[in-house]
């Protein structure tokens, strides 16, 4: 399980350290992935399999549509973790959650998975959801 909200520095090549405590789960590699509300989801490789696995499910069923299903595993990438704990994210990926290079992100953890968003947005998320939990008076 992973949980917490780590600042982060994505570096001029494209690469961030994962904090220390979630580097074992993702050795030697991980999965990147279009996450929702537009950030990049980094999952274990048993997660990405029961992911991969219940969206065929979904499309099989009909309750996801083939594009959704084309555009979750065509921007899927695998990536090794190097020495240093850092991974590459892909340009397409920083695109989608709007990363800049050279510049702070949250890398957060969402039980199952590990999610890198731009500051900003998740701050936006992480209020509304409190908001939610906090419920209305």
């Known amino acids: ?17 994962l904090p220390a405590s979630f580097r074992p789960k993702f050795e030697p590699k991980c999965y990147l992935a279009l996450g929702r509300d537009k950030c990049v989801d980094v999952l274990t490789t048993e997660t990405f399999l029961a992911v991969a696995n ?38 397409k990926l920083r695109q989608y959650a709007g990363l800049e290079l050279n510049s702070r992100v949250i890398v957060s953890g969402s039980f199952d998975r590990v999610e890198i968003w731009d500051p900003e947005r998740h701050q936006r998320i992480s209020d509304s959801g409190t908001q939610e939990l906090a419920g209305t008076e």
């Open 54 to 91: 219940d969206v065929m499910e979904k499309v099989r069923r009909g309750e996801m549509d083939r594009k959704e299903q084309r555009a979750l595993s065509s921007n899927m990438v695998e990536v090794s973790v190097d020495a240093q704990g850092r991974i590459n994210v892909d340009e």
């Open 1 to 17: 399980m992973f949980v917490g909200a780590h600042e982060r520095q994505l570096d001029p090549k494209g690469r961030i350290a």
